[in-house]
């Protein structure tokens, strides 16, 4: 049963044009939603994170939308660049008392220069 | 300020031997996570430690799988006897505490059992 799902496993996009990154979820009492980045042989890093009581949260070129009505959210990247060619995992975090993050399979992201 | 170290790298061993990992967590991060990534897969939680107390084990096989965080800080991981499908990334993460949405990862252990 996977409660956190990215659809896409890659997205090819040119430099400089927006990159979208879906991420769909089934348990309503998710509270946080984070986006890490993953370079290969490196660990995931944090990019950007959004409270399940917001809808936009923006951190420079990086922006995430939650649509908690269709348990979606969306990582925006502009402009992107070839250095934002990674894996790109969605995590939710589960509310008190058990504070678990539950990843998604990822989505490997080219930036074509 | 320094990140989550981990060590070994990489570990090639036999099934039904025994590999232990370790983790040095963020300076002041009271929880410790040990998270393992089969390839194509995400990350999936094994064991939570508060300070130098488990918090949530629910997913670790605790038949060849152990983990001990004795003094609140560094941690190991134990895998006694490991399977063939134990091969994978072992990856520890930390956040100031269990409040804390944002966990930091480590580097990760890459291990694979032949």
């Known amino acids: 049963d996977q409660q956190v799902k990215q659809n896409s496993p890659s997205l090819s996009v040119q430099e400089g044009r927006i990159s979208i990154l879906n991420c769909d979820y089934t348990?309503?009492?998710?509270?946080?939603f984070l986006w890490y980045k993953k370079y290969p042989a490196e660990g995931p890093t944090f990019l950007i994170s959004i409270s399940s009581i917001k809808d936009k949260n923006e951190d420079g070129r990086f922006t995430v939308f939650l649509n908690k009505s269709a348990k979606h959210l969306s990582l925006h990247i502009v402009p992107s660049q070839p250095g934002d060619s990674a894996v790109y995992f969605c995590a939710a975090r589960s509310g008190a008392g058990s504070y678990q993050l539950t990843f998604g399979k990822g989505t490997k992201l080219s930036v074509i220069p | 300020e320094a990140g989550v170290a981990q060590s070994p790298r990489y570990k090639i061993i036999e099934k039904r031997q025994s590999v232990a990992f370790w983790c040095n967590p963020i300076s002041g991060h009271a929880t410790l996570y040990w998270y393992q990534q089969i390839l194509g897969q995400g990350p999936k939680l094994l064991i939570q430690f508060q300070n130098n107390g488990v918090v949530d084990d629910s997913q670790l096989p605790k038949d060849r799988f152990s983990a001990e965080r004795l003094k609140g800080v560094d941690s190991t991981l134990k895998i006694q006897p490991a399977k063939l499908e134990d091969s994978a990334v072992y990856l520890c993460a930390s956040s100031l505490n269990r409040a804390q949405e944002t966990q930091y990862f480590g580097p990760g252990t890459r291990l694979l059992v032949l």
């Open positions: 348990n309503s009492m998710f509270d946080y």
